[in-house]
């Protein structure tokens, strides 16, 4: 009789599964299948269909679900048969472009640092598109990574959602906006249109006018044009702007110097939003005769291994690349708890700015 009782009593039943899901969830942050099914009112079996077999549902059904888990920043769990409080050792890093130099020296010291502690590093190219970052983000939080490493603070609302969800250390590099949650490693784009502008007008440059990338959605650029414009209103100068249509950045950059060097008012100096872009301007002058610095300074951005060895060799602004890497590299471990020889208490932890530097050389200066 006494087995009869204890089974009947409720402080000896176990836990209900809502119960148990209400704990994780209470736990790790994280929403559940469960969560987005009772959202919609449909069963969990077609909510995880969407993410295997998207094939199998109507069309309306998917994009009902596909809104829902945009507005929950659901993440599907596919680590340790799904429980949420799992922890993989891989650390999810998104830029826009893991095939250019711009990142190669950010992406390589990350990863000697990260793979020196046991962790990999996993990677993905959004390509400067939102909606692949968010794809990226979404598929990475599902293997529930030690930690998220993000380019510039440029998201999707289903992105920020995500962010904002998480409870792994997120971090956003190559650019410093200290008024936004995550960790900041990296420095202001506006700041460095500026330089670049400054540097010319001290010059003596007067018509100075600004290459934007021909890629779209690369918005960090468009900050450093920013930046320009706002260095030339403060000196009364026009701000001048192209807009190249060609795709390939070398073929753009001759575009660019095209444009720009023969109108009745040529472009004195040109600021490119990269390298890529004022190496294909440099190139072209040298084969149509184009004085460069003479008739026309250059400047590019990210110092990139083949800049100094062009003729004339290519002024340019230097990030910090190397640095970002490790930056957050070891901010990472010191809040997964492996380096306590960091801080990350208050923004002196949470705040990394880091200067860019100014590399002059023949493109913008008569070499005597």
């Not at 950010?106 to 390509?127: E, K």
């Amino acid at each position: 009789m006494k087995a009869a009782k204890d089974m009947r009593d409720p402080t000896k039943q176990k836990p209900r599964l809502d119960d148990a899901g209400a704990r994780r969830r209470r736990n790790t942050g994280r929403m559940t299948l469960r969560d987005v099914a009772g959202h919609l009112g449909i069963s969990q079996i077609s909510v995880s269909r969407y993410f295997q077999e998207p094939e199998r549902l109507s069309e309306e059904l998917r994009e009902r679900i596909r809104s829902a888990v945009a507005e929950l920043g659901y993440v599907p769990n596919l680590v340790a048969g799904g429980l949420a409080s799992a922890r993989s050792r891989v650390i999810g890093m998104v830029l826009p472009n893991i095939s250019g130099p711009i990142f190669a020296e950010t992406i390589q010291s990350f990863s000697d640092a990260v793979t020196a502690r046991g962790y990999q590093l996993l990677l993905a190219s959004s390509y400067f598109s939102a909606e692949l970052e968010e794809n990226a983000v979404r598929a990475f939080l599902g293997w529930s990574p030690a930690a998220l490493v993000l380019t510039s603070y440029h998201h999707s609302a289903a992105t920020e959602e995500m962010i904002a969800r998480s409870s792994i250390p997120v971090i956003e590099t190559w650019d410093f906006q200290p008024d936004r949650a995550p960790i900041q490693i990296g420095f202001s784009h506006v700041d460095v249109g500026r330089l670049a502008a400054n540097y010319l007008v001290e010059k003596g440059y007067r018509r100075i006018a600004f290459v934007q990338n021909s890629v779209a959605g690369d918005i960090s650029a468009l900050d450093r044009r920013d930046g320009y414009i706002e260095v030339m209103r403060e000196n009364g100068r026009k701000p001048w702007t192209f807009v190249p249509t060609e795709g390939l950045p070398f073929h753009a950059g001759r575009q660019a110097l095209e444009a720009l060097v023969n109108r009745r008012q040529p472009a004195d100096a040109i600021i490119f939003a990269n390298d890529n872009l004022a190496s294909g301007a440099l190139l072209a002058a040298r084969r149509a005769g184009v004085d460069v610095p003479g008739k026309c300074a250059i400047i590019g951005f990210g110092d990139y291994a083949f800049s100094e060895m062009l003729s004339p060799s290519l002024t340019t602004i230097r990030p910090p690349a190397r640095e970002i890497g490790e930056r957050a590299a070891a901010t990472i471990f010191r809040m997964v708890g492996q380096d306590e020889s960091l801080t990350t208490d208050g923004d002196e932890g949470r705040l990394h700015a880091l200067p860019c530097e100014l590399i002059e050389r023949e493109s913008t200066c008569i070499v005597r």
